[in-house]
């Protein structure tokens, strides 16, 4: 499927406003004299290109070392000194939910936030960027050109020919998944008899030979191209029986596959580990470190409870937990949103909505991206909107509706209300870049791009690689802009219920109508 153009539904410099770029002094696209930058060079290479590259990179460092065994001279400075000379540590990654991609509030990413933490440990900056595949991947380390790669790995023959493992830092649990109206699977030998997906290339079919030449001969599967659709999709379209899926890839794709239910756990789990490039034993060693270290401390550990696709489970009580909140919470801060409506000319209940989706009007609220307050602001966005508190509820209220009265002006006036301020709304939660790509989508795919409705079917589209390889931005979380518009949907209609002397006794701030109007 060929790469999506620029399209006039949208200025396209719009993509670097609101916390959908990544932070500058922490993550630098990494740039190549001959091939350019990141992503961008690999899309076009092929598989022999690969191939060569890394052979050939080969071939160099070998002559190299040679001739300079010949020569006699002084060895080079170690891999870990010259990452401290250029105060930078290069690492090549994926742009996949697991590893590495572009959130609303900057990057984020299991893997990201490891690197980072390395980083710092060794005091030198971090430069990390993607790649299209594994294979892209070695091509990197084999040339030099990245230091280390992090995308949840497991070594194969493959990566042992240009670098070193790690020790592993986790060991992910293998699933068994099936569609819901077919027979739960309870062990390995009903795999014998039924057809199975798997992408090619991956952790998982190793897994699958293995089973293979122990336990199951006759076992067989269908292969998904790597950059092809979920074999996850192939479960649900019923094209397959079963797939093998990580468990962490799990928490994240089953909210785009709600028919796709857990069969059972494979025996055996998955080491994952770091690659080092080849030679660098000083580096492998301080990563080994790093990792010992961070298991020792808990910091892996609470890392990976951070880093999945279910963070914010659904409430299913949560209409009565609002209403305690409402009498026992709401009535100090009424006020405070009442006067932010006033001042930005936004419903002062949507906003009260939000808050509470946001932390359950909480000042003390913390989540583990670093955002905080009633309304979730990150320091980034507490600075640009002048606070220098976000646990005072009148600092985190009135910068959080003048934040979300800015993302609002963002979208285009031409879309009608309500439509413009949900899409304000998803935009305040995902980054207004991620809402364009969706948007961009939903036009390509013969929708309405001016359409919540049609646009909120897109939103998680992109977090199957399928697509988030054709837009910008790449992956996200698309399916929380959807719950959080549907909560904060929620919650305002309990708000504009409530009866006798509550919420219901103030009037709520006039709406304009002309501002949906187009050419408004």
Same mark, same amino acid.
């Given at each position: 499927m060929p790469e999506l153009p620029d399209h006039p539904i949208s200025s396209r410099r719009r993509y670097d406003h609101f916390g959908t770029s990544p932070d500058a002094e922490s993550v630098v696209p990494f740039r190549d004299p001959k091939f350019g930058g990141g992503i961008l060079y690999e899309r076009g290479w092929t598989r022999g290109s690969e191939l060569r590259a890394i052979g050939a990179a080969a071939r160099t460092l070998a002559v190299a070392a040679i001739l300079g065994l010949q020569a006699g001279c002084t060895p080079d400075p170690s891999t870990?000194?010259?990452?401290?000379?250029?105060?930078?540590?290069?690492?090549?990654?994926?742009?996949?939910?697991?590893?590495?991609?572009?959130?609303?509030?900057?990057?984020?990413?299991?893997?990201? #936030? &490891?690197?980072?933490?390395? /980083?710092?440990? *060794?005091?030198?900056?971090?430069?990390?960027?993607?790649? @299209?595949?594994?294979? =892209?991947?070695?091509?990197?380390?084999?040339?030099?050109?990245?230091?280390?790669?992090?995308?949840?790995?497991?070594?194969?023959?493959?990566?042992?020919?240009?670098?070193?493992?790690?020790?592993?830092?986790?060991r992910i649990p293998q699933l068994v998944v099936y569609g819901k109206n077919k027979t739960r699977p309870r062990g390995t030998l009903q795999l014998e008899s039924a057809k199975l997906?798997?992408?090619?290339?991956?952790?998982?079919?190793?897994?699958?030979? #293995? &089973?293979?030449?122990?336990? /199951?001969?006759? *076992?067989?599967?269908?292969?998904?191209?790597?950059?092809? @659709?979920?074999?996850? =999709?192939?479960?649900?379209?019923?094209?397959?029986?079963?797939?093998?899926?990580?468990?962490?890839?799990?928490?994240?794709?089953?909210?785009?596959?709600?028919?796709?239910?857990?069969?059972?756990?494979?025996?055996?789990?998955?080491?994952v580990q770091w690659i080092v490039r080849r030679g660098a034993h000083e580096l492998l060693t301080a990563t080994n470190r790093f990792f010992r270290n961070a298991a020792n401390s808990g910091r892996l550990a609470k890392l990976q409870l951070e880093e999945t696709g279910d963070q914010r489970p659904f409430q299913y009580e949560e209409s009565r937990e609002f209403q305690a909140h409402l009498s026992e919470r709401f009535?100090?801060?009424?006020?405070?949103?009442?006067?932010?409506?006033?001042?930005?000319?936004?419903?002062?209940?949507?906003?009260?909505?939000?808050?509470?989706?946001e932390s359950k009007w909480n000042p003390l609220a913390a989540s583990g991206d670093g955002a905080g307050g009633i309304m979730m602001l990150t320091s980034d966005t507490a600075e640009a909107m002048g606070i220098a508190d976000r646990t005072n509820p009148?600092?985190?209220?009135?910068?959080?509706?003048?934040?979300?009265?800015?993302?609002?002006?963002?979208?285009?006036?031409?879309?009608?209300?309500?439509?413009?301020?949900?899409?304000?709304?998803?935009?305040?939660?995902?980054?207004?870049?991620?809402?364009?790509?969706?948007?961009?989508?939903?036009?390509?795919?013969?929708?309405?791009?001016?359409?919540?409705?049609?646009?909120?079917?897109?939103?998680?589209?992109?977090?199957?690689?399928?697509w988030y390889s054709l837009v910008k931005r790449g992956y996200a979380r698309g399916w929380e802009p959807v719950q959080f518009v549907d909560r904060v949907q929620r919650y305002l209609t309990l708000l504009e219920w409530q009866p006798g002397d509550g919420v219901a006794a103030v009037r709520p701030a006039p709406t304009t109508d002309t501002e949906g109007e187009p050419g408004a």
């Open positions: 870990l000194d010259q990452i401290r000379a250029r105060n930078e540590i290069r690492v090549v990654t994926l742009n996949v939910p697991t590893c590495f991609y572009i959130g609303a509030q900057g990057t984020e990413g299991y893997e990201y #936030k &490891l690197a980072k933490q390395f /980083a710092a440990e *060794l005091g030198v900056k971090l430069v990390m960027y993607p790649v @299209a595949t594994e294979r =892209a991947m070695q091509a990197e380390l084999a040339a030099g050109r990245a230091d280390i790669a992090a995308a949840q790995l497991t070594p194969t023959k493959e990566w042992r020919r240009v670098g070193e493992a790690s020790t592993p830092y986790a997906a798997v992408r090619a290339g991956s952790p998982q079919e190793q897994t699958l030979e #293995k &089973l293979k030449r122990t336990v /199951a001969p006759t *076992l067989q599967w269908v292969q998904t191209a790597p950059n092809n @659709a979920d074999p996850l =999709a192939d479960v649900e379209s019923g094209e397959a029986d079963y797939a093998i899926i990580d468990d962490r890839e799990y928490s994240f794709a089953h909210h785009l596959y709600p028919n796709v239910e857990l069969g059972f756990t494979l025996t055996d789990d998955r080491p009535p100090k801060y009424q006020p405070l949103f009442e006067a932010a409506g006033a001042t930005t000319g936004i419903d002062w209940r949507l906003l009260a909505a939000i808050g509470y989706q009148a600092q985190s209220i009135s910068a959080g509706a003048r934040y979300f009265a800015s993302v609002r002006e963002k979208i285009p006036e031409r879309i009608p209300e309500p439509d413009r301020t949900w899409f304000a709304v998803a935009a305040y939660n995902v980054g207004f870049g991620h809402l364009e790509d969706a948007r961009i989508l939903a036009q390509t795919r013969g929708k309405n791009p001016d359409s919540w409705e049609d646009v909120r079917d897109q939103l998680p589209l992109l977090g199957e690689e399928r």
